[in-house]
Structures are given as structure tokens and as C-alpha cells.
């Protein structure tokens, strides 16, 4: 698959992607910003979930016209785990492409 084509991400990996790759970038490199806009994609979707919108990942019938009912008791607590992910995977990001500034600051304070 060629990541270059976007054909794999949502609006916000496909945008994380373009602004973090650079040709000069390493098989590793590339593997560290993938994984990134997979997990920027992921939680995209998760904070729709967490917010209400179910209906933008899922929709669930029963052939009676019956209501299931989907508890997502642990979403909040991904969000939070795949948000520390995402910040290890850009700092590291960062780290390897050399824009790390000095005085213990990541870059991503903010996140």
C-alpha cells in the first residue's frame, strides 16, 4: 500500500500525515508516522463517541425492529491511553527528524 495516497486515512491522519512526512524520512521513520495518523484517525472516532455522535462509527438493528443497547463503559479511558500513544508517537516523530528544540519541552505540551 502506498501511504502517500491517503486512500487509508480520515480527514485528520490523511492532514497529520502530509504535515510529518518528508522524503528524507526512514523505513522506521515512515512505519512511527503511520502508526501516528492510525491512532489520530482512532481518536477522532472515539471523541465522536464519547461526545454522542454514535451514529458517525455505528449503527446497530435487529431484523425485529427491536433496540440493542452498546455500552462503551471504557471509551473515555481509551481515549486517554490512545491520546498518550499518539504524543509518544509524535514526540518520537519529532526526535528521529531532528526538530526537537532544547530545554526539556517536547514540542507537544499542548496535546
Not at 28 to 41: G, M
Not at 49 to 73: A, C, P, Q
Request: charged fraction near 30%; hydrophobic fraction near 30%.
Amino acid at each position: 500500500m502506498n501511504w502517500e495516497d491517503g486512500d487509508e486515512y480520515g480527514p485528520g491522519g490523511r492532514a497529520l500525515y502530509q504535515d510529518l512526512h518528508r522524503d528524507s524520512d526512514d523505513v522506521a521513520t515512515t512505519d512511527l508516522i503511520v502508526e501516528a495518523c492510525r491512532a489520530k484517525d482512532r481518536l477522532d472516532r472515539l471523541h465522536k463517541v464519547v461526545s454522542g455522535d454514535v451514529d458517525s462509527w455505528t449503527r446497530i438493528f435487529n431484523e425485529d425492529g427491536g433496540e440493542y443497547v452498546l455500552k462503551l463503559d471504557t471509551a473515555v479511558s481509551e481515549v486517554r491511553q490512545l491520546a498518550t500513544t499518539f504524543r509518544h508517537l509524535l514526540t518520537e516523530i519529532q526526535r528521529r527528524q531532528g526538530d526537537v528544540s532544547g530545554g526539556g519541552e517536547d514540542g507537544f505540551a499542548g496535546l
